[in-house]
T-cell receptor, first 115, second 114 residues
Framework: DQQVKQNSPSLSVQEGRISILNCDYT??????FLWYKKYPAEGPTFLIS?????DKNEDGRFTVFLNKSAKHLSLHIVPSQPGDSAVYFC??????????????FGKGTLLTVNP | EAQVTQNPRYLITVTGKKLTVTCSQN?????MSWYRQDPGLGLRQIYY???????DKGDVPEGYKVSRKEKRNFPLILESPSPNQTSLYFC?????????????FGPGTRLTVL
């Protein structure tokens, strides 16, 4: 039973346009959500996060939106750059369940930004 | 340089031959964790450790052991590897008491079990 779902295995966008990556979750106990970025032959690196008490968090070109009622979050990248081409993982955890560190990841979405 | 190192980076072995993948961090982090990445399954947590001598199971602990005798090291042990443990493994570390966005991942170990 997959608790964090990224239903789009891949996404292709043009440089300068907006990239929107989606993530859905089923566990209502999740209260902290993260996006990680992964280049080939490297480990994932943290990109941006959001707590369940917020519905939006921005960091430069990256914005994460959280819709708790729909159990849905999305990552917006504006404008997209070729260097953003990578696999993006959505992850979640539940501090309320007593573990800040038991992360559950989605399957990932491969973003390709074309010049 | 602050980093998480894993050894070996690549390993091909045979079923049943015990192996250990080492993980070491030089950032004095309390928290360390192991993940495996498989096609179509994403990243799944195997074990994690909040501090020395404290370990907990993640989502897929079966077939693996860990130990945390020192703060900087968190080896992953496969007592009797099987082909379904062929995967890409990542170690991560972070500061306890902070949100998980401060996790730093190692470069990965690609394991093939024949």
């Amino acid at each position: 039973d997959q608790q964090v779902k990224q239903n789009s295995p891949s996404l292709s966008v043009q440089e300068g346009r907006i990239s929107i990556l989606n993530c859905d979750y089923t566990n209502s106990m999740f209260d902290y959500f993260l996006w990680y970025k992964k280049y080939p032959a490297e480990g994932p690196t943290f990109l941006i996060s959001i707590s369940s008490i917020k519905d939006k968090n921005e960091d430069g070109r990256f914005t994460v939106f959280l819709n708790k009622s729909a159990k849905h979050l999305s990552l917006h990248i504006v404008p997209s750059q070729p260097g953003d081409s990578a696999v993006y993982f959505c992850a979640a955890n539940s501090a309320r369940e007593g573990s800040n560190y038991k992360l559950t990841f989605g399957k990932g979405t491969l973003l390709t930004v074309n010049p | 340089e602050a980093q998480v190192t894993q050894n070996p980076r690549y390993l091909i072995t045979v079923t049943g031959k015990k192996l250990t993948v080492t993980c070491s961090q030089n950032m004095n982090h309390e928290y360390m964790s192991w993940y495996r990445q498989d096609p179509g399954l994403g990243l799944r947590q195997i074990y994690y450790s909040m501090n020395v001598e404290v370990t907990d199971k993640g989502d897929v602990p079966e077939g693996y052991k860990v130990s945390r005798k020192e703060k900087r090291n968190f080896p992953l042990i496969l007592e009797s590897p099987s082909p379904n443990q062929t995967s890409l493994y990542f170690c991560a570390s972070g500061l306890a008491g902070e949100s998980t966005d401060t996790q730093y991942f190692g470069p990965g170990t690609r394991l093939t079990v024949l």
